[in-house]
């Protein structure tokens, strides 16, 4: 009986790899989709995404027209700002002269689009985007799945690979975040497989996927080409020390160039955007970090890092890493080798068949990671984890392999290693799985929607527009739910004597005002006591600081 299950399993080993990769990715969209119900209301980035798809050309929600300043303005003004109409379904040039005004290119802007054009929303739709994202993380799971059976030849390497990613907070913070970095994590992980294809078969077919993957990535967001440029670095280096793929080699280098060339005639404007004169992003903020900032930025990506794919717990995963390398270096004194076979043989998993693809996968990742982590320090404009999630596959990749080659060293089985990481795991996912771990999310959101919903009949929302001179765009855009759901709204500019001018009547008996992080506290507060002087109200509460723009609640 046991021989024959025995023989059933090895008969269809492939086929339970593939429904256990399969339940995998369905157990981690499922924690995906846990917190995706869980999270209320949109950060100033995400409601740009949908302002600059969707808005029939008119970029930035913020930036209202003066005929709209000090005037009191419906939920409608600012929804028709960020969901598609009717009338402007498919209106790709829209989004591309949206794009042109911002600092990124348009492919995942034209997606997004396309997404909410099919399901129109008469209200701002988070599901638009996640739905989007959660395709763009099974693909990337279903591409790391075929490199990491390119690199190891054992499936439970490649399940653990999957799962390092797949339930790491980084992927899943990523997945929520309605931006176009989880499209950029898909076309990264796509271009790795693919060079690791072209290097097994030199073929046309292959470069010419290869590089309509670069051109998409491209199109996607430019940090695309800082992990393309370092792989590409790599093949070029692998196809010249390979003799015979000189061709090749000179056909790779050209076939790039032609896609930089179409992706600047597809979308002209990127050419100012990467240079930064379009935004404040690009070449001149590159230029602009000092040695000091450099240092400190290395620090902050350090934590990011640790949070995202390690748990919060680096410290601890290195001990285990380096006690685990220390027993190693014992066997190996033990055994009296005079050489480690700890990376090559057979029983740590290479392919013994493609051990120079297992070779070039894990030091071009490497090389990628280093080259691609010391250049976003470098460039970034904020410490964010968008910037790294490119690398979290790959990262992940080598992570597995080290880690499973020094087990598997010592017990000489990979299921038991494959087990040792899924409790590790584990270990990270609860220290953080937490909604409030998300990515700048607001806690406080819930209680003033609700607050916003019971009394849509008799309260406006106020957008100050102070002396920073960028209330209506900070506030708008961070606030822009709020703004969707109250009845009445106003952008005011102006002293305090004419605010009860425009929010005059039964709208006023209760009052949200929000203020730009450039107002001082002392500003505030006297602005708070003239409103409340002037119009009445014998209360006040600070009841959201989303971002630093400070939201106050008043009743009369």
């Known amino acids: 009986m ?10 269809n080993k492939n086929t339970f ?13 499922i924690a995906v989709v846990h917190f995706a119900i869980q999270k209320d209301g949109f950060f100033g980035d995400e409601n740009y995404s949908f302002n600059l798809a969707n808005s029939y050309y008119s970029p930035f929600v913020g930036h209202v027209s003066k005929s709209n300043i000090n005037k009191v303005l419906n939920s409608k003004f600012w929804i028709t700002r ?4 009717n009338n402007h379904r498919f209106i790709y040039r829209s989004v591309f002269y949206n794009q042109s005004k911002d ?4 492919f995942y802007y034209v997606v997004l689009h396309t997404i909410c054009s099919i399901f129109v929303s008469p209200s701002l739709n988070k599901w638009q985007g996640i739905i989007l994202n959660i395709i763009f993380f099974v693909i990337t799971q279903i591409f790391l799945a075929k490199t990491s059976n390119k690199v190891f030849s054992n499936r439970w390497m490649t399940a653990a690979v999957l799962i390092f990613f797949g339930f790491s907070w980084g992927n899943i ?3 929520l975040f309605i931006r176009m970095y989880a499209m950029l994590t898909m076309w990264g992980i796509i271009s790795f497989y693919l060079h690791l294809v072209l290097l097994e078969k030199k073929t046309i077919k292959n470069l010419i996927l290869i590089l309509l993957v670069g051109y998409c990535g491209i199109l996607t967001q430019y940090y695309f080409i800082f992990f393309q440029f370092f792989l590409s670095l790599c093949t070029v280096v692998y196809l010249i020390i390979d003799s015979k793929s000189t061709k090749l080699c000179l056909e790779y280098i050209l076939g790039y160039i032609l896609v930089l060339g179409l992706s600047v005639i597809t979308f002209p404007a990127m050419i100012p955007q990467m240079l930064g004169k379009t935004g404040t992003q690009g070449i001149s903020n590159f230029q602009k970090a000092t040695r000091l900032e450099y240092w400190l930025k290395i620090k902050d990506y350090i934590n990011i890092i640790k949070f995202d794919l390690f748990g919060n717990r680096l410290k601890v995963t290195f001990l285990i890493i380096l006690g685990l390398l220390l027993i190693n270096l014992l066997i190996i004194v033990r055994e009296k080798h005079k050489k480690s076979k700890l990376f090559i043989n057979k029983k740590n998993n290479i392919q013994n068949l493609d051990l120079t693809i297992g070779y070039f996968a894990i030091i071009a990742s490497i090389i990628i990671i280093i080259g691609v982590f010391a250049i976003v320090i470098k460039s970034s404009l904020y410490i964010a984890t968008r910037y790294l999630v490119i690398l979290y596959p790959i990262a992940s990749l080598v992570f597995v392999y080290i880690f499973m080659s020094l087990w598997n060293k010592i017990i000489y089985t990979p299921k038991i290693s494959f087990v040792i990481l899924f409790l590790i795991v584990l270990l990270f996912c609860k220290n953080t799985y937490n909604i409030e771990n998300t990515f700048l999310y607001n806690r406080n959101y819930p209680r003033v929607n609700e607050l ?6 008799n309260m406006t929302l106020v957008i100050y527009e102070g002396n920073s001179g960028s209330a209506d ?17 106003c952008i005011y500019s102006g002293n305090t004597k004419g605010l009860d001018t425009v929010i005059s009547g039964d709208r006023t008996q209760k009052l949200l005002i929000c203020f730009h992080n450039g ?3 002392e500003s505030i507060s006297n602005i708070i006591k003239e409103v409340k002087r002037q119009n009445g109200y014998n209360h006040d509460s600070l009841i959201d600081d989303y971002c630093g723009q400070k939201l106050y609640y008043l009743e009369k």
């Open 2 to 11: 046991k021989k024959n299950i025995k023989k059933y399993l090895q008969d």
């Open 452 to 457: 916003i919903q019971k009394n849509k009949q």
């Open 473 to 489: 765009w900070w506030c708008s855009v961070n606030h822009l739910q709020y703004l969707t759901q109250a009845k009445y709204s």
């Open 519 to 521: 107002e001082d506290e």
């Open 173 to 175: 913070n990523n997945v």
């Open 103 to 106: 600092v990124h290119p348009p």
């Open 17 to 29: 790899f593939v429904l256990f990769f399969c339940l995998i990715i369905v157990v981690q969209i």
């Open 82 to 85: 960020v969901n598609v109409t």
